[in-house]
């Protein structure tokens, strides 16, 4: 099956082709160094960059791909949650080329099409769902962190969530009380790469309650206070590199211990992680170093797949039409506030 999938949810525009689990192309239009200059995602400009772009995103698509709309069989689109209007654009466009070219039509979760990426792998990419084995996953982006359980293919069960910030915005609002550019995840991983992740101790939210869920926003204010009685911190580039480490080390250590006790009460034998913080080279190495302890099987979604991407839509959506999921209702709308069920 040839498809089509779009995904403007936030602040990327992007467009794929998949083919019997083959992406053949993604492209993926980001808006990160515009909404830089405000500190953070601003609504009315990514809906008015998702206008812009999208119909060049696609056609880009489609060319990288050696496809033209007459070959496509489905078409699919992120219908929630996101952005209100962000998510309008995309979805409402996928919608009326579907209707246009007589196709299904299928409206996916984002968070769902997160949860299913790390079984993309490969050059060209290309899903794995015959490695398919029972997981807990962990999906941790900008605006979300949550443990689930994927007791098998398209069933899962939400373990436990953020009760606040989440991973990414707890990394972005540390970077900026840092003075580090907008994302500041990113920085903050490159700056910590070369510092000392026990130089300070910063609390691991949550740590010690046998929960699934997380809190990140007492670690963001517990460095604010530090920072406060400690403001030369940041005038030395070697303390600073420190500070990042030891902010890292309570991020990804609460993550990590928190998917492994999951994962050990579950009886699974798999671990996967998602969403952009999954591209944190720290997270990985601790996930890897733990499930390698555990001898479990690690799925990490691939670096080019952690961010918001068309790709993971698109994959996700196939595999629904395969398992004969019925396509989404014509009149549609978007799901801004759709919780993963
Ligand atoms: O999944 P994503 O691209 O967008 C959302 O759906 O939110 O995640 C973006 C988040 C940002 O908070 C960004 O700072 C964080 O992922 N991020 C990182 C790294 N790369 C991206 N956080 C820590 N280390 C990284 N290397
Ligand atoms: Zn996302």
């Known amino acids: 099956m040839t498809l089509l999938a779009v995904e403007t949810s936030c602040d990327e525009t992007s467009a794929a082709v998949i083919r019997d689990g083959r992406v053949l192309s993604n492209i993926v239009s980001s808006q990160i160094r515009l909404h830089a200059e405000y500190g953070g995602v601003v609504p009315e400009l990514a809906t008015r960059e998702h206008l812009r772009h999208w119909l060049p995103v696609t056609q880009a698509a489609l060319r990288a791909a050696s496809v033209t709309p007459a070959h496509l069989e489905a078409v699919a689109a992120t219908q929630g949650p996101g952005l209100p209007n962000a998510l309008m654009v995309g979805f409402k466009a996928a919608q009326a080329l579907a209707f246009a070219l007589r196709k299904p039509f299928l409206g996916i979760h984002h968070h769902e099409a997160h949860l299913y990426s790390p079984w993309i792998s490969g050059d060209p990419p290309a899903a794995d769902f015959a490695a398919f084995e029972p997981n807990v996953s962990l999906i941790v982006s900008g605006g979300h962190t949550m443990l689930v359980h994927v007791r098998a293919e398209l069933d899962h069960q939400i373990l436990g969530s953020t009760l606040d910030d989440a991973a990414g915005e707890c990394f972005d609002k540390i970077a900026r009380l840092i003075g580090l550019p907008y994302p500041g995840g990113p920085e903050l991983d490159h700056l910590a790469a070369e510092g000392n992740p026990a130089a300070h101790d910063f609390p691991r939210p949550l740590l010690r309650e046998l929960n699934d869920d997380f809190s990140f926003a007492g670690l963001k204010t517990s460095v604010r206070y530090f920072l406060q009685k400690n403001p030369a911190l940041l005038e030395d580039g070697h303390h600073l590199r420190d500070l990042c480490a030891s902010v ?21 034998r798999c ?71």
Request: charged share 25%; hydrophobic share 50%; glycine share 6%.
């Open 271 to 341: 671990v996967t992680a998602s969403g952009g913080v999954t591209a944190n080279r720290s997270l990985r190495a601790e996930l890897a170093a733990a499930c390698a302890r555990e001898q479990l099987t690690l799925r990490l979604a691939a670096n080019t797949l952690c961010a918001d991407n068309a790709a993971m839509v698109g994959i996700l959506a196939e595999r629904k039409l395969r398992h004969n999921v019925p396509a989404t209702e014509g009149d549609a709308e978007i799901e801004p506030r759709w919780a993963l069920s």
């Open 248 to 268: 890292q080390a309570a991020i990804v250590e609460t993550l990590v211990t928190k998917t492994l006790r999951a994962a050990r009460r579950l009886g699974v």
